[in-house]
Nanobody, 125 residues
Framework: VQLVESGGGLVQPGKSLRLSCAAS????????IAWFRQAPGKEREPLAC????????YYQHSVKGRFTISSDGGKSTVTLDLDRLTPEDTAVYYC???????????????????WGKGTLVTISS
């Protein structure tokens, strides 16, 4: 399994950004993709998850209504749209995957098997 993130960069506060995760190597379409982030000096934080099998999405309370996770069907790409960004959103954002779609139901999406290398998002004026 390979997960490759893209879309990070420097963004002004209040703006939006789209991150993408290109997933490959899963044996079928019933897998889970989640996004995590890790800010400098802080622990890794789960953000959102999508079950590619049934399309259901799940969000952590901290980002619900501001971040949106979605998939593009046949292209195996999962996106995370970030809105109303603040400097506190500065972090490395990771795409994480698991062959079991219901891993999205696990608290904090704990235990997913595959991690991308991350993409840096910096929010600054």
């Amino acid at each position: 399994v390979q997960l490759v993130e893209s879309g990070g960069g420097l963004v002004q506060p209040g703006k939006s950004l789209r991150l993408s995760c290109a997933a490959s190597g899963f044996s079928n379409d019933d897998y889970a993709i989640a996004w995590f982030r890790q800010a400098p000096g802080k622990e890794r934080e789960p953000l959102a998850c999508i079950n590619r099998g049934d399309g259901r999405t799940y969000y952590q309370h901290s980002v619900k209504g501001r971040f949106t996770i979605s998939s593009d069907g046949g292209k195996s790409t999962v996106t995370l749209d970030l809105d109303r960004l603040t400097p506190e959103d500065t972090a490395v954002y990771y795409c994480v995957g698991d062959a079991v779609g219901n891993m999205c139901l696990v608290e904090d999406y704990y235990g997913m098997d595959h991690w991308g290398k991350g993409t840096l998002v910096t929010i600054s004026s």
